[in-house]
């Protein structure tokens, strides 16, 4: 058993603040096997994606590349509580219909997806295997011990002043995980919003963020091999 995993994951940032699953999926092709921009662009294409990309998207994206995987989630479809949430509002209708679709045809298309609840350590040895993942993490809750903390959310006031801003509570965002340190605690992963650094929590921080209501508990595994 090994306790420090950190598999070469080159990092690639997003483009715009939509587009951190297609970063992700970069990285992980990028890792595997490169992929040519145009063959990706053509994938990416004949899947009709938009701005609205969920996990499932990515799942269709690896099996239209040939890319072995096996998406996991609480919920398959479309959760309907979901919908209160701010985060979801604005494409809630138009887009509950196209992916409980997708979920539906996922069989027939080579997707493979399971309805399960993955634990930390069943992460660990899929890295340990030299395989990576994409996590659906909730943005709000995770938080870098790397990096300064960001600035966020809230107005500068003078003290002693009660802010009113609110934090939303939810904030959807794609990594890759791609390593882990069993003695230290620590799990590490790539996120798409930087494109200069390995970003780094603990896996009790990792945990919150990867269950927080609203993520499915979306995992999607990724395979070295063929
Ligand atoms: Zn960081």
Not at 4 to 22: A, E, F
Not at 33 to 41: A, G, I, R, T
Not at 180 to 195: D, H, K, L, Q, V
Request: charged residues 25%; hydrophobic residues 35%; proline residues 3%.
């Amino acid at each position: 058993m090994n306790d420090d995993v950190m598999l070469n994951v080159p990092v690639i940032r997003q483009l715009y603040h939509w587009d951190c699953g297609l970063a992700c999926s970069r990285m992980v092709l990028e890792y595997l096997h490169p992929v040519s921009e145009e063959q990706f662009q053509r994938a990416c294409l004949d899947l009709e994606f938009s701005e609205s990309v969920w996990t499932i998207d990515l799942a269709y994206l690896m099996s239209k590349l040939g890319v072995r995987h096996c998406f996991c989630t609480q919920t398959l479809g479309v959760d309907k509580g979901f919908r209160n949430q701010s985060f979801y509002k604005k494409h809630f209708d138009t887009e509950e219909d196209r992916v409980n679709e997708l979920f539906l045809k996922a069989d027939n298309k080579g997707v493979l997806v399971k309805k399960c609840s993955v634990t930390v350590q069943e992460i660990q040895s899929h890295l340990e295997q030299g395989h990576v993942a994409i996590v659906l993490v909730n943005a709000v809750v995770l938080v870098c011990e790397l990096c300064s903390m960001p600035v966020k959310y809230c107005c500068f006031l003078p003290v002693g002043q009660k802010c009113f801003c609110r934090k939303p509570e939810y904030q959807g965002h794609f990594v890759v995980v791609c390593g882990f340190n069993r003695r230290t605690g620590n799990i590490f992963y790539n996120n798409p919003a930087y494109s200069d650094r390995v970003c780094c929590t603990s896996f009790s921080n990792f945990e919150e963020a990867r269950r927080s209501y609203g993520t499915d508990e979306d995992i999607l595994f990724i395979y070295k091999d063929g």
